[in-house]
Structures are given as structure tokens and as C-alpha cells.
């Protein structure tokens, strides 16, 4: 990531290949390496890309193969509950690809709730720090724009780099469900992680003045 911040600024540019005056990407969502937007049709080649892809689907609920139709249809679908769900698509900075989504589902207007979910479909933007930054972006809407009070978010027990970077973003433990999920051969317990808005604030600040999230101390990923 620190490459790809030089190669930045050495060419003067916001993106690897256009600069800053031609560039009329969508943008909802801006942080340092990344930023999110609303899907759109071009993206469904990687969308489907990524929901086929078994070393990605092994940690998520899906199960079956998606055509692009069916994914079209989803996202269609989506879109018709936009005050249930938001989906984002994840964007390298870098290189101007979508690397992944990551939505806010079931809102709760009333509760003020929402559950987190995330793909991240490029595996090689797995477990540097590209999760965490997004997730900062998006509970930042959630908390300060949505005025949501609790985000939640599930992970089947052994996806480690789920409950990792949830954790780095504040998200406590809350339980488990026992034997709730079958994956690979066997049955598996649900983590179940929440943040309140006044445990992430502090990551926040500090996230605001360093553009990432800051590594969990040892103790702090038993929790
Ligand atoms: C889960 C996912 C969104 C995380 O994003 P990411 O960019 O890989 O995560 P980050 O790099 O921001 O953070 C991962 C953290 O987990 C930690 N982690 C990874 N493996 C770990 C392990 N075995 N034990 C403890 N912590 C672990 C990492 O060390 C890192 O924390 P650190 O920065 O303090 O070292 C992404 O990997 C992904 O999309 N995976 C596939 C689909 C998926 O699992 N989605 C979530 C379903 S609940």
C-alpha cells in the first residue's frame, strides 16, 4: 500500500493512469487508499467473479453458483430496499479497480441497527489493512450520518481475518451460536460482534490523522 501511496505521488496523480482533472469517478465514500461507491452493470463481471470463487465464498453464507443474471437480479432487488440495504463497492485507489463490497443490511429504523458485510473478492488485497479502512468509512456514515446507535456483524468461528479486523475497528464479542453454520465438511459456531459508536470514536480519531487502523495489541484481538 505505502508503493502504491508513492507511485501516487510521484505522478502528481489521484489514480494510476488519469489524473486529477479527467477524473469523474464516482465517489461516495473517500478515504486514503480506497474509496466506496453505489455498485453499477460494469461490476457485475467482477461481482460474479468473486461470489464463484470458493477461496472467497468459504467464509460467507453463499453456498450455490450465481450467473450474472442472478447477481443482476440481486442487486436489482437490493436496490428496490434501499432504506433495508446499501451496498458499496470497494475501490483501489491505486489502480482504479473494485476489489470488493461492503454493505450495511437489515437496517433497523426504529432500533437503529444495522449488520455489516463484507467481500473483499481480490485475494491479494487480503489482510493489508484495505478491511479495516473501508470499515472505518462505512460505520463513519452509519454513526455520524445514518445516526445508527449499534452496527453488528457475524463471522463463522474460524475466520480469524473477519473477526481480526472487526475487532481493530471496535467491534466487541457479544456471543455465539453454537453449531450454527455448515462449511467444509462440518458444522461451525457463529461469532456475533457489535460497536457502539463510543468504543470506535477513539480508532476513529486516530484513523482520521494516520488515514489506517491502528494493529490490535495481542490482548485486545482475545477479547
Ligand atoms: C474479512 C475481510 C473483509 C478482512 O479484510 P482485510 O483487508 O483482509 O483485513 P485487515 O487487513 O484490515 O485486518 C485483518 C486483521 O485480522 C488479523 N488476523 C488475521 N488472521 C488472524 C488470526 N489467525 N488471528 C488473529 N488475527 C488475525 C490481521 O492480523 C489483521 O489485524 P492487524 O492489522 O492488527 O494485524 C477480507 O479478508 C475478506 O473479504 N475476506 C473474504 C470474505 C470474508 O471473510 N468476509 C467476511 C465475512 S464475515
Given at each position: 500500500?505505502?508503493?502504491q501511496?508513492?507511485q501516487?505521488?510521484d505522478n ?6 488519469r489524473?486529477?482533472k479527467?477524473?469523474?469517478d464516482v465517489v461516495?465514500l473517500?478515504?486514503r487508499?480506497l474509496?466506496l ?5 460494469d461490476d ?18 453463499t453456498?450455490v453458483?450465481?450467473s450474472?443474471?442472478a447477481?443482476a437480479?440481486?442487486?436489482e ?7 433495508r440495504n ?7 485507489k491505486?489502480?482504479?479497480k473494485p476489489?470488493?463490497?461492503?454493505g ?5 429504523w ?8 463484507t ?7 487480503w489482510?493489508k ?7 472505518m468509512?462505512?460505520l ?13 456483524s ?5 475466520n480469524a481475518?473477519?473477526?481480526?479486523y ?5 467491534y466487541k464479542?457479544?456471543?455465539?451460536l453454537?453449531q ?9 459456531d ?20 494516520t488515514g ?5 495489541r495481542?490482548?485486545?484481538?482475545q477479547?
Open positions: 500500500m505505502k508503493q501511496q508513492q501516487r505521488n502528481g496523480k489521484n489514480t494510476i493512469g489524473s486529477s479527467d477524473n469523474y461516495f473517500d478515504g487508499h474509496y461507491r453505489p455498485p453499477t452493470k457485475l463481471p467482477y461481482l460474479t467473479r468473486w461470489i464463484n470463487d470458493q477461496r472467497v465464498t468459504r467464509f460467507l453464507k453456498s453458483p450465481m450474472e443474471a447477481e437480479a440481486w442487486l432487488g437490493l436496490d428496490g430496499g434501499k432504506d446499501i451496498i458499496l463497492v470497494i475501490v483501489d491505486a489502480t482504479g476489489i470488493g463490497t461492503m450495511l443490511h437489515r437496517i433497523d426504529k432500533d437503529r441497527r444495522a449488520t455489516t458485510g467481500m473483499i473478492g481480490d485475494r491479494r488485497y489482510e489493512g484495505y478491511g479495516s479502512e473501508a470499515k468509512l462505512l463513519n456514515y452509519a454513526f455520524n450520518t445514518l445516526n445508527l446507535h449499534k452496527i453488528c457475524g463471522a463463522i468461528a474460524f481475518r473477519s473477526i481480526g472487526s475487532k481493530k475497528c471496535g464479542e457479544e456471543g455465539r453454537k450454527h453454520v455448515f462449511k467444509n465438511g462440518r458444522y461451525w457463529k461469532v456475533l460482534l457489535a460497536v457502539f459508536k463510543k468504543d470506535w470514536l477513539p480508532i476513529w480519531k486516530e484513523f482520521r490523522r489506517s487502523v491502528p494493529h490490535l495481542k490482548k485486545a484481538r477479547k
